[in-house]
């Protein structure tokens, strides 16, 4: 790898060069292929990059690639230089001029570049001419009309590149990208207000197409109703996309979409262009015999123009050869959300889900909590396998959604393989194949490419429009790559069709709900919606069990005979023909099949409470850990997979230490023999407030006893006799009412949480003598004197009530029933901050929110006895004294005042921590633990 000061030195004998010669480099016949010979390929050579691929690696792993370029019209097919990490993940393009062009004025050398990399969703790219070097900020949506100046984050002339060396040294070159300084430069540099993300656009674009299609259709074709609306509108886009994204990819010819709106019936032209595709995909995408609705329709040709125009250059903004799968999955997961609703004239309207209404929006994974679950899951399990051994292992999402963890476990599962045959050096033929598993260029053969695909990944959603979409992600995962030349290839030499069926892989049903549901005898509406489904049938070749050993004649055998049948037997038979080579002739295969291998995904986060109930009384009936979807899925889970199979998913952290979850966290404890997690905070899904935590379980009983959720400083509050909270006062909630019944001015006094501080009450409002009759079930509540505490909180805000004020549902009050515990004793321990370190310990999860308490929380903490007399009447004194000094601060108007009270309140706080500490027992050194934690 190139030093730095060997890099100034030939980047200084470039600029040299190029000042002497400058008058001849200018000229227009000076063209672009030399100036990247003799000038850029030099240049980044000098910071360190393989730009000539001197490493001898395969095309795939080549540190940079370069690209042919393809005019069409005035637009260039692919950016000149992509410069990537070890493993081929792009960092930045590179688009090259010759002097000649004004790179800092001209338009459209701008417009290039910015467009591939907002598709790639690349924070950066550069164009230079080896004269002038432009770093762009490729966050921003680029529009063809911008200036030249727009989004330009950095301008250098070659004058400038030795005094601005330290940038370039420190921001492009090999060795400072492989130690994180790529990433802290475009943090700080790119200017992320107005930003404009291509999967947000994205989605734009086909929530546009969506509202085009589904009024034309339903104009139309009043025949059919919502569900077939839904589903033709859905194939259609998908279809469309595809396409699209195959003729950017090489793989159909160019313009091939845009022909169908040049004359005739456009959707006419449309549909035998997807008949076409058909014979050569196979992907079940285009299976026009299985669609019965497509056909017949009518579409208006203005609708499908619309379409396809926003499809092409200038109105489209998108690469699609560079726009990764990942980023349509994310746009895809948000457009799923929504559903296509007739009215009764036949008008159609978009419109969320109930579903995802109820659960607050649709949550789509950040790529790096799909990498971090798939890396610990199935790359744990394939560590030191063969190929062989790893066709075997079976991995499901069970709430698969857009498909964004199956895409990632096949994404790793297809560099997995790559790695392991480019590493037997050539050696990679196997016996009975059509073709070697890798091409030439070292990327693996499509056949290859689909028996991983059609082997290890499964996917279940009750949306079949998910189900679709999941498909379609990973078939365009298993095309990257493939080219119209590689495609004709197969067709002609083995009559193979590219792609394969994945009806058998992924499925539409109701992961939680089985078909012993149908008891109840349901009718077709709750059929069509709660989608009963029975894994063993769905995945026969996953639940065989041990005596269900099937050698390779007889599947053969099967296979044959399978021929004679429906269209689906032939999908299945095919598939074994696929993958029977694999296998030696006797060997047994399925045997160890009890379940799958590897679970991974995002499970729904929606309680109980907004489901149906006939759906909600089955999983109440079925299942332990009932608290809420994501708990009944894990349980669910762990009765899907074999013994040392792993489970990675990304839920709420609330059940790591919420009472409600008790029944989880036992399951888990008994049903797995190992756990991990990992706490995300708050910030992982965009707009929504939710403490997530990424876990990792392995199946098996455990050999001894064990607690994963085990706190050790339970320890500290165990040093002395103690009694919960719950067995010393009757605790109950506030009034069932909002914000919206408190006055400022009537007769009832009622406060509500966000009036309620620690040792003190800031606002007293009311409520009408209505409102009172109406919610007032128990008077006895209110009464003084009364511990009140705020539901919500990083720590607990609680005071005594002397007033019989009334609360609102977001305070808990405390009376006490056993009358030798003083209240200011129980307000001075709820209000130390030993407590508050037990609330971060065992009642709040890692959180920048204010979490709820929740009253058996409240009910567990453990009070010491008042055994200690001197010190539980010294804590009493100075809990009087701090309430008086918070009241008289409360009343006081001068500063200086206010100061001198909040001095006594300091030290008064200050010594009930001390007083509390030596009530539990602590020492000095837990004492700092404590402190270290509350700070």
């Known amino acids: 790898m190139t030093d730095k000061e060997t890099a100034y030195g030939k980047i200084s004998e470039l600029v040299i060069r190029f000042k ?16 990247r010979r003799d000038f850029i390929d030099p240049f980044f050579k000098a910071l360190g990059w393989d730009v000539d691929n001197k490493n001898g690696y395969a095309e795939s792993y ?6 042919d370029k393809v005019k069409v019209g005035k637009a260039t097919k692919a950016p000149d230089y992509s410069f990537r990490l070890p493993g081929g993940k792009r960092l930045f393009f590179v688009e090259a001029k010759k002097p000649y062009i004004s790179v800092k004025e001209e338009i459209q050398p701008a417009y290039q570049v910015r467009r591939y990399g907002w598709s790639a969703k690349l924070p950066i790219s550069i164009i230079t001419d080896f004269e002038e070097f432009s770093v762009y900020d490729c966050t921003k949506k680029p529009k063809p009309t911008d200036k030249a100046s727009v989004a330009r984050i950095k301008y250098l002339s070659y004058e400038e590149y030795l005094t601005e060396f330290e940038f370039l040294w420190d921001t492009f070159s090999k060795e400072r990208v492989l130690k994180g300084s790529f990433d802290k430069y475009v943090q700080s540099d790119t200017n992320k207000k107005g930003t404009a993300t ?3 656009e994205f989605l734009q674009s086909l929530d546009n197409w969506r509202t085009y299609l589904a009024t034309s259709i339903s104009w139309n074709n009043k025949v059919l109703d919502e569900d077939e609306i839904n589903f033709v509108v859905q194939q259609t886009i998908d279809r469309i996309i595809f396409l699209r994204i195959a003729e950017d990819r090489g793989v159909e010819p160019e313009n091939n979409i845009a022909q169908c709106i040049k004359s005739g019936n456009y959707y006419s ?56 799968v990942e980023i349509l999955g994310t746009a895809y997961e948000q457009f799923l959300g929504k559903v296509i609703r007739i009215t009764s004239s036949h008008h159609s309207k978009i419109e969320e889900k109930p579903e995802v209404r109820k659960a607050g929006g649709v949550y789509y994974t950040p790529q790096y909590v799909v990498d971090y679950i798939v890396q610990n899951t199935v790359g744990k399990l394939v560590e030191g396998k063969t190929p062989k ?37 050539g050696n990679t033929t196997s016996k009975g194949r059509k073709e070697d ?40 995962k298993c095309m990257e790559g493939e080219t119209e030349a590689s495609i004709n290839q197969q067709l002609r030499l083995f009559n193979d069709r590219v792609l394969p069926t994945l009806d058998n892989n992924i499925k539409c049903g109701n992961s939680l709900v089985g078909t012993d549901f149908y008891d109840n005898q349901l009718s077709l509406d709750e059929d069509k919606r709660i989608k009963p489904f029975n894994w063993q049938k769905a995945f026969p070749l996953v639940f065989l069990k041990k005596n269900d050993n099937i050698k390779k004649q007889e599947l053969l055998s099967l296979a044959k005979k399978a021929k004679y049948h429906a269209t689906k037997a032939m999908e299945y038979a095919q598939e074994i023909e696929t993958n029977i080579d694999s296998i030696n002739e006797n060997d047994i295969i399925y045997s160890n099949y009890v379940g799958f291998d590897v679970i991974i995904g995002n499970p729904p986060y929606v309680q109980l409470s907004n489901i149906d109930n006939a759906s909600h009384s089955y999983l109440l009936t079925h299942f332990s850990a009932n608290s809420d979807l994501y708990s009944i899925f894990i349980e669910r889970c762990l009765s899907l997979v074999k013994d040392n199979s792993n489970i990675g998913f990304i839920v709420p952290s609330l059940f790591l230490k919420g009472v409600r979850y008790e029944s989880l966290r036992a399951i888990i404890n008994t049903q797995c023999y190992n756990f991990e997690f990992k706490e995300l905070g708050d910030g992982v899904f965009e707009n929504v407030k939710m403490p997530t935590c990424i876990i990792l379980l392995k199946k098996g009983k455990p050999s001894l006893q064990q607690n994963f959720f085990y706190n050790k400083n339970l320890n500290l509050f165990n040093k002395v006799s103690t009694i919960k909270l719950g067995e010393i006062a009757e605790i109950h909630r506030g009034l069932e009412i909002g914000k919206n019944k408190l006055l400022d001015n009537e007769e009832k006094e009622c406060i509500t949480g966000s009036s309620l501080n620690r040792y003190a009450i800031t606002k007293i409002k009311y409520i009408s003598r209505k409102t009172h009759n109406d919610f007032l079930k128990n008077e006895a509540y209110f009464l003084s004197p009364k511990i009140i505490v705020r539901e919500t909180g990083n720590k607990f805000y609680a005071t005594i009530d002397y007033k019989n004020l009334l609360t609102t549902r977001s305070i808990y009050n405390a009376k006490i029933r056993k009358l030798n515990f003083s209240y200011d004793y129980i307000l001075g321990i709820l209000n130390s901050k030993f407590l508050e ?33 001197q010190k539980v009447i010294e804590l009493e004194k100075i809990v009087q004294q701090i309430l008086l000094l918070y009241s008289e601060k409360q009343q006081t108007t001068l500063r200086s005042t206010s100061e001198q009270i909040q001095s006594k309140i300091d030290y008064c706080e200050d010594r009930i921590n001390e007083i509390v500490y030596q009530i539990y027992g602590l020492t000095a050194n837990e004492i700092k633990i404590v402190e270290g934690d509350t700070e």
């Open 198 to 200: 291509v999967d947000k």
């Open 269 to 324: 032209n449309l549909y035998n262009l997807f008949l076409t595709a058909d014979e050569k995909y196979n992907s079940g995408l285009f299976d026009l015999k299985k669609d019965t609705v497509s056909k017949n329709i009518v579409i208006d040709n203005k609708v499908i123009k619309n379409i396809i125009e926003e499809l092409y250059y200038p109105k489209c903004e998108y690469a699609f050869d560079v726009l990764p």
């Open 389 to 425: 051994e790893v066709c075997y292992i079976k991995i499901l999402d069970p709430a698969c959604g857009s498909g964004s963890f199956l895409l990632g476990a096949y994404q790793y599962l297809l560099d997995w393989h790559k790695k392991y045959y480019n590493n037997l050096k």
């Open 62 to 67: 080549r540190e940079v690639i370069h690209e």
């Open 20 to 35: 002497e010669q400058y008058a001849s480099y200018k000229k227009a016949d000076y063209n672009e292929t030399l100036t």
């Open 837 to 869: 370190f037990y609330f971060k310990q065992f009642i709040s999860p890692n959180t920048k929110l204010f979490p709820k308490i929740r009253i058996v929380q409240l009910q567990e903490i453990p009070i010491p006895d008042n055994s200690e007399k």
């Open 437 to 476: 598993v890798l091409r030439p260029d070292g990327n693996l053969t499509t056949t290859e490419k689909k028996r991983i695909l059609l082997n290890n990944i499964y996917g279940v959603d009750i949306d079949v429009n998910a189900v679709e979409v999941s498909k379609l992600s990973l078939l365009l």
